[in-house]
């Protein structure tokens, strides 16, 4: 074989490649294309009244909605700020109860530990409706904790407790519940990977077990942590349906006043800028800690 | 000595594991009580009965709304799972410009909040009928369709989650000693990877069904008048009387769900053991 044909066969083997490259890629990518990206970009132009829908659409460019709303002038930048308190509080109490899980798992337990792991994670991968609903039945007025109060004579049935239901706390106990399992998971894996030789450095050097935790173990886990605080965070700050089961009035949310504006009204221009915003908003905190979330260390796991 | 945690401290972790453990399963499991509780739902139990589980199958609109949800799940799973495996097979096999892009594109579905997407789905759909209507008089509307168009999209990085890893441990070699045995590109894929790849997809789609199954948000927006089973559920949960019905479909439903991760769990293990440690590239963004 000549340079030439040597030459000519690697240029052909390389367009064949890049032919089935495309071939493998265009199917997904039209169809994310369609119905991923397009569908958001309509958003977007409908929140500036770039695109008409209804009759009273004017398909006149305004910005007065996106305006409107980011100087405070509606209710929903108040909702906004009550939604990132309450997923903030959710993560941050999330995240501690899931460290010493991933910590026990990852560091105390030797043969059983991929299994309790799945014992953890079960319940996160089965109905997201059945748990809310099982807190619904728990922290009802004749619900389970409440009739345990009677039963005990604590207190009446003429009175309950009434705050358990429809109520932020209630929103954020179910909250917690519902991600807990999830979250102890990048933490785990920060912790599996942990060089234990680090430990045993730390602890040949004079470092007692305290001291070891606090400056090798904990920082070493960081990223884990971060990624932990995000997955629970960016998910819960558009959460609607929680709030829709055990939230009641008070526990009113961003993400009910999104679906509100779409579903009940007909203002869909305000809620496509409500829906834009939070968009924005999570777009924003992925690129800042996206980093830390390493979604195959994860998977792999 | 164990550094990690003290005698004392390794007590109270093992403890908080358990006590965390408990917790969380303890709701689910008085709605198990529940649902063969004689009563309303709550204390003290007035008695065992199954007959909530012969009302569920009497009840035809939830055994619809059952239905309507597997065949969804079904669907959506398909098609995700076969464009995970052609993601996945790009993704680790070729080199090609933009891969970090095309790598953030299918995985930005996981961090998307579903309520911005059925929302978008909604206004995709609307604007395509008013498009179908100004033009030729017809109309899609909403409906299961819409539905699974949505739960593709979010399955899909999870089927890439799950093909990848177990793609990526399968030995080229194979592949490459089918080839130089006078097999063509497809011959190997159809005959030797396909099958290799088999535990892995059977595994992603059991996660992807389950996703599908249970997906309440982004159907909520879409399902127009084809109520799927957590669209039906959650419309019920306002009517008392139902709910001991619902308690006990969610039990069940739960078992199954539980049955399949637990299989999709064992399914990625046989995959593991099948193709051994060997590792090709790791050129992934």
């Known amino acids: 074989m000549t340079t030439a044909d040597v030459t000519a066969s690697t240029t052909s083997w390389k367009r064949r490649e890049r032919r089935t490259t495309a071939g493998l890629l265009s199917a997904p990518m039209l169809w994310l294309a369609l119905f991923f990206v ?46 990132i308190r309450i997923s903030l509080t959710v993560s941050v109490v999330v995240v501690l109860l899931a460290y010493p899980i991933a910590y026990f798992l990852a560091l105390c337990v030797r043969r059983m530990k991929y299994v309790l792991l799945l014992v953890v994670i079960v319940p996160f991968l089965t109905s997201f409706l059945l748990r809310v609903l099982a807190w619904k039945v728990i922290l009802g007025d004749r ?98 349906v929680t709030p829709l089961l055990v939230g009641g009035p008070s526990g009113y949310l961003y993400g009910n006043a999104i679906q509100d504006l779409f579903t009940r009204g007909t203002d869909w221009q305000s809620g496509s800028v409500l829906a834009m915003f939070l968009l924005i908003v999570v777009a924003g905190l992925m690129a800042l800690f996206g980093r830390f979330v390493q979604v195959r260390s994860v998977a792999t796991d | 000595m164990e550094i990690a945690t003290s005698r004392s401290g390794r007590l109270s972790l093992t403890v908080f594991f358990w006590l965390l453990v408990v917790l969380l399963y303890l709701p689910i499991a008085f709605l198990a009580l529940f649902s063969f509780n004689e009563g309303d739902p709550s204390f003290p139990l007035s008695g065992f009965t199954t007959h909530w589980y012969g009302d569920v199958l009497a009840n035809r609109v939830l055994v619809s709304s059952l239905g309507r949800s597997a065949a969804v799940a079904t669907a959506s799973s398909l098609i995700a799972v076969a464009l995970g495996v052609l993601v996945s097979f790009a993704l680790l096999r070729r080199r090609f410009f933009g891969k970090p892009a095309v790598s953030a594109l299918v995985f930005s579905p996981l961090v998307i909040p579903y309520l911005v997407f059925g929302i978008s789905l909604l206004l995709l759909f ?119 019905q619902l308690i006990a479909v969610s039990s069940v439903v739960f078992i199954a769900s539980m049955l399949l991760i637990l299989s999709a769990e064992i399914g990625r293990r046989i995959a593991e053991h099948r193709y051994g440690r060997e590792f090709s590239a790791r050129g992934l963004a």
């Open chain 2, 126 to 244: 609307a604007l395509v009928d008013k498009l179908l209507t100004d033009w030729f008089g017809v109309y899609i509307g909403l409906g299961l369709h819409a539905i699974v168009v949505g739960h593709v999209v979010v399955a899909l990085p999870y089927t890439i989650l799950t093909i990848l890893p177990l793609l990526e441990r399968l030995s080229v070699s194979l592949e490459e000693a089918a080839k130089d045995l006078g097999a063509n590109t497809q011959e190997t894929f159809r005959r030797v990877t396909l099958p290799l790849l088999m535990p892995a997809l059977v595994s992603a789609f059991l996660i992807a069904f389950t996703l599908s199954f249970d997906e309440y948000a982004i159907a909520s927006f879409l399902a127009g008048s084809e109520q799927t089973w957590p669209v039906y559920l959650f419309a019920q949960l306002r009517v008392p009387s139902l709910l001991p």
């Open chain 1, 38 to 83: 397009a569908p958001v970009v309509y958003v977007a132009a409908y929140s500036i009244g770039a695109i008409t829908l209804f009759p009273t659409d004017t398909g006149v460019i305004s910005f007065d909605d996106w305006n409107h709303f980011l100087r405070g002038g509606s209710v929903y930048m108040g909702l906004f700020w009550k939604s």
């Open chain 1, 143 to 240: 619900g389970v904790v409440n009739s345990l109060l009677f039963s005990l004579h604590i207190r009446s049935p003429d009175d309950p407790v009434s705050w358990l239901l429809y109520s932020q706390f209630a929103v954020m106990l179910v909250l917690a519940y519902v991600w807990v399992p999830f979250v102890a998971l990048p933490i785990f894996a920060s912790l599996d990977n942990l060089d234990r030789s680090l430990l045993e450095a730390s602890s040949d050097l004079g470092a007692d077990r305290w001291r070891t935790f606090w400056r090798v173990t904990l920082p070493l886990s960081a990223p884990g942590v971060v990624a932990a605080f995000v997955f629970v965070f960016v998910p819960t700050i558009g959460e609607f």
